[in-house]
């Protein structure tokens, strides 16, 4: 059974930081890509961040420079340091495993950019 358990959202001030955190288990996590999406209600599901199983990495550009993805396949987390944070990066984050025989997806943690 795969699960993938997303935590570390929260409540922050705009200018703070936040770490998101990502656990995988029943996958061979180390050859999965992984990434972290976040949706807005109302507006499509969009990539913020990825990390290949090589370890290379690609970001969107409303977040290029303050958010950082890493992995540990030992830990079989991928984790996603979120600096700068802005009242737009507010969302609801997914983590996402991808190889191309399919994806799984995470239920989700809240992060609340705000004043």
């Known amino acids: 059974q795969v699960q993938l358990v997303e935590s570390g959202g929260g409540l922050v001030q705009p200018g703070g930081s936040l770490r998101l955190s990502c656990a995988a288990s029943g996958i061979a996590f180390s050859i999965y890509a992984m990434g972290w999406y976040r949706q807005v209600p109302g507006k499509q599901r969009e990539l913020v961040a990825a990390i290949a199983s090589g370890g290379s990495t690609n970001y969107a550009d409303s977040v290029k420079g303050r958010f950082t993805i890493s992995r540990d396949n030992a830990k079989k987390t991928v984790y996603l340091q979120m600096d700068s944070l802005k009242p737009e990066d507010t969302a609801d984050y997914y983590c996402?495993?991808?190889?191309?025989?399919?994806?799984?997806w995470g239920q989700g943690t809240q992060v609340t950019v705000s004043s």
């Open positions: 996402n495993a991808y190889r191309t025989a399919g994806d799984y």
